[in-house]
């Protein structure tokens, strides 16, 4: 009789297909991330669209106003602002939840054997719910104000799964150092809280100058948030050298990330 042999950090082929085989548990748990982000509040749902549309509203006083910096073509700048803050959020949720997937799972995981993995993939899936409710509300107010989608919008799944693929594999490259030590607990969220006025989210990329244009494009964020905001935006201009620069840093994470989080998880119930 053939035997399969289940190994948490196996090098044969049963783990990539006890991904599959346990796909339900990654819907789970992203129904479970939902449910309990909202449950109980008195507004609900209406959390994941009041929450971005306040944040617009600051960051278009701030930089728009205050600063006097100007959208991409015809665009408003509140649009501008709003459509650059969909791939961050999901990008920023995904590397603060993934990073820390060995701590806040340890429980789980200390109980049961699935493929680890799934509970970083299971956080992703809700904050991407996330993100497709913020897409709905940025359609209502493009409609609103007459600025009407490009055909060029139809690439927006595909750009935003390249948002969400850098911040979890950005994750699964840092879980793994967060599980040795754990002030990467209070590093990452200071971090992404910097990071965020560093990226394009509540300004173009035309606003850099061009001496600065290389180094600021070393930034895993900015091709992929300029690249989601070109799709979203009409008249805004591509940004080829920060979106090559974005998909090396894609599969570097990948590729590292992967390797450091099966890693960790061999020893992580000893650690944790």
Known sequence: MRKTVIEPNGRNLQYW?????????????AKRDITVRYKQTRIGLGWAIIAPIINMIVSTFIFGTLAGLSSDGSAPYFLMVYAGSIPWNIFQKNVAQTSSTFI??????????????????????ASAFDALVSMVVLLVMMLVVGY??????????????????LGLFLGLFLSSFNVKWRDMAQIVPFALSVMQYICPVSYSISSIPDKYRLIYSLNPAT??????????????????LSFIVAVAWLIFFAVFGIILFRKTERNFVDIV
Do not use: H, Q
């Not at 806040?104 to 299971?122: E, F, H, Q, W």
């Not at 989601?228 to 080829?240: E, R, S, T």
């Open 104 to 125: 806040t799972n340890a429980d789980l995981m200390k109980k049961v054997y699935y493929p680890r993995i799934l509970s970083p993939v299971g956080a992703c899936m």
């Open 148 to 165: 009407y989608p490009t055909p060029r919008m139809l690439l927006f799944p595909f750009l935003l799964f390249l948002n969400a693929a």
């Open 17 to 29: 297909k006890d991904i599959w085989n346990y796909r339900e548990l990654a819907y789970n748990l």
């Open 223 to 240: 091709g992929m948030i300029s690249a989601f905001k070109w799709c979203i935006l009409g008249d805004m201009k591509f940004d080829p």
